[in-house]
């Protein structure tokens, strides 16, 4: 663990991982194959204070630092990927409404975000759209009392059972965000199942028929929607992720340490065939940076430093791809015993690829995170001249 | 003062705009998003770096483009709310 933890961080993370121990880890792979997290599971992590884990105490919060909110994050995802999931969207919605919130909305939503008693959902991915943001053509239109809102979303993470939705759109071109109640009269929620990982992550397509949305349930103004508002989300949704992937990563690495510790062929450990040590080498390595990477960013957001930014892009493109790699690399190592379903890495392998696609695809982060260095040293040149 | 003010901030803005992006010069009143001298993604973390440096708080009434869309609104709006 990387040392610049403080006493009360390391107490923390000890406390999450032992919260997972007893009462995620050992059900994961049966809730896995169901496609079901039982309520009462959910309902212990919003009692534990997970879901208002960054959040103000008078919004029912825990006032937990960003570094902490990683720790949480890593301890759930190697327990099971797809609860880190939803630790994710209720952060994303959560600070939305923080950060750009009315205080009415604040009052009404944050509380119950933070306990858990509702689960939120955020609709921004589109059929037609994937990770192009900009191309989203849901559309609000202004009657002149309220809002009109229609279109679809797809995709979207615990979308069947979420209670509120945090969704973006346009008005005359301009992106607007919105919250979006579930009994609202015209949402149509249409189960996604049988996805390769992340199975109880209860994946929906949104149906908008005219929903008449109140003045009151605006977020922030038109043309700051997929500007300011979403990407304060994605950011704290890309910290959950990177973390959440490092937590598997570490989940693959203490699996093929213990399995080629124990594991004797013609009478040697596996451990001494110098292919499996490679393979342990390269993903002990990659654990470290991952967790170097994730941790670094996680400090520099507490540190509101605007380079956050692009620490957090680098933690989640580096941790969901060695978190693929080591996932491989496991079921590698196990050989037959890792592709059977009743064994964890099946499910990290098939977990594995989700946090490659979620928050924004590899790619996507390739081509950000390229320009920003391309811009760097185009402008290190110039002061050099 | 409040000229010496609104220079520093001015050029505090400037040089942090200039140290992310690649281009030589920044007039003080070029739109950086619709000349596309940053993409939308910056305004998030120019928006950061505003409420660091100058100790301000960034409100959903703040909420618009157009408080940061120049070195020149900027720089307007950071006064602005200094003086509230």
Redesign the interface.
Same mark, same amino acid.
């Given at each position: 663990m990387i040392s610049f933890l403080s006493e009360i961080q390391l107490e923390l993370y000890n406390s999450f991982k032992g919260f997972v121990k007893e009462n995620i880890k050992p059900f994961a792979c049966e809730w896995d194959k169901s496609a079901e997290v039982p309520y009462k599971t959910i309902k212990k992590m919003g009692k534990a204070g997970y879901f208002g884990s960054f959040l103000p105490k008078e919004f029912g919060g825990q006032e937990w630092d960003i570094v902490t909110y990683g720790l949480l994050n890593e301890a759930v995802g190697n327990g099971m990927a797809a609860l880190a999931d939803l630790l994710t969207i209720q952060a994303m919605v959560s600070i939305i409404l923080l950060k750009? /919130?009315?205080e009415t909305q604040k009052s009404e939503w944050l509380e119950q975000l933070a306990s858990g008693k509702i689960i939120g959902g955020f609709a921004l991915t589109e059929p037609d759209t994937g990770s192009d943001i900009?191309s989203i053509e849901t559309e609000f239109i202004d009657d002149g009392n309220c809002f009109r809102l229609n279109g679809s979303k797809k995709w979207i993470s615990y979308g069947q059972i979420a209670d509120l939705f945090v969704v973006f759109g346009k008005i005359n071109g301009k992106p607007l965000a919105c919250i979006l109640p579930r009994k609202s009269e015209g949402l149509e929620i249409i189960p996604i199942n049988n996805m390769m990982g992340y199975r109880t992550a209860k994946l929906a397509r949104l149906n908008f028929g005219d929903i008449r949305i109140p003045p009151e349930n605006i977020?922030?103004?038109p /043309?700051?929607a997929?500007?300011?508002?979403a990407?304060?989300g994605l950011?704290y949704g890309r910290i959950s992720t990177a973390c959440a992937a490092l937590g598997l990563l570490r989940a693959c690495f203490e699996e093929s340490i213990s399995y080629a510790s124990e594991r004797k062929v013609s009478g040697l450990p596996l451990g001494d065939k110098e292919i499996i040590r490679s393979l342990l080498a390269s993903m002990g390595t990659d654990l470290n940076a991952a967790s170097l990477l994730c941790y670094s960013a996680c400090r520099a957001e507490d540190e *509101?430093?605007?380079e956050?930014?692009e620490k957090v892009l680098m933690a989640k493109y580096f941790s969901s791809k060695a978190a693929v790699k080591a996932a491989s690399n496991a079921v590698q190592i196990k050989g037959a015993a890792g592709c059977n379903e009743s064994d964890p890495v099946a499910r990290y392998y098939r977990d594995a690829k989700i946090f490659e696609i979620i928050e924004g695809t590899s790619q996507i982060h390739e081509s950000?995170l390229g320009k920003l260095f391309?811009?760097?040293t *185009?402008?290190e040149e110039?002061l050099s001249a | 003062m409040e000229h010496i003010n609104k220079n520093n901030i001015n050029q505090k803005i400037k040089n +942090?705009i200039?140290?992310?992006? &690649?281009i030589?010069d920044l007039r003080d009143d070029d739109n950086l +998003?619709e000349t596309g001298i940053v993409n939308?993604?910056f305004?998030? &973390?120019?928006?950061? +770096?505003l409420?660091?440096s100058f100790n301000i708080r960034v409100s959903?009434e703040d909420?618009?483009?157009e408080n940061f869309q120049s070195v020149d609104s900027a720089t307007s709006f950071v006064l602005h709310k200094q003086s509230v």
């Open positions: 750009w /919130g009315t900009q977020i922030g103004k /043309g700051t997929l500007s300011l508002i990407p304060v950011q *509101h430093l605007p956050a930014f950000i391309l811009d760097k *185009h402008k110039l | +942090f200039l140290n992310a992006i &690649q030589p +998003f939308s993604l305004a998030v &973390q120019l928006l950061t +770096f409420e660091k959903p909420l618009l483009m």
